[in-house]
Nanobody, 123 residues
Framework: QVQLVESGGGLVQAGGSLTLSCECS????????MAWFRQAPGKERNFVGG???????LYEDDVKGRFTVSRDNDKKTVYLQMTLLKPEDTATYYC?????????????????WGQGTQVTVSS
């Protein structure tokens, strides 16, 4: 089990950029797949992107080419760089972790979650 703390959310205009950070602590963080999910009001929590320590990365189709997941294993931190933001990207963004080497897209596969950070994109 690890603890995750997100930061970096905020309000941004459409077309703008924002970078979220997720700091991991309390366990062997580098052995975990780290992923980002988002949840809009009244909607399900959906996979955005995830990364394993060896560099394998997976993205949800809607964010490909706009969002970038990266991680600094020395700092035990994973990042979500978001560009060309759209109003429909507005959501609470969550960092999640699961032990293992496979990047799974279902939220039920992740056992450790951060508290979430709000991203609001204005039109």
């Amino acid at each position: 089990q690890v603890q995750l703390v997100e930061s970096g959310g905020g309000l941004v205009q459409a077309g703008g950029s924002l970078t979220l950070s997720c700091e991991c602590s309390g366990g062997l963080c580098n052995d975990y797949v780290m992923a980002w999910f988002r949840q809009a009001p009244g909607k399900e929590r959906n996979f955005v992107g995830g990364m394993f320590r060896d560099g394998d990365i997976l993205y949800e189709d809607d964010v490909k080419g706009r969002f970038t997941v990266s991680r600094d294993n020395d700092k035990k931190t994973v990042y979500l760089q978001m560009t060309l933001l759209k109003p429909e990207d507005t959501a609470t963004y969550y960092c999640a972790a699961r032990i293992g080497a496979f990047i799974l897209t279902g939220s039920q596969h992740y056992y450790d979650w951060g508290q979430g950070t709000q991203v609001t994109v204005s039109s």
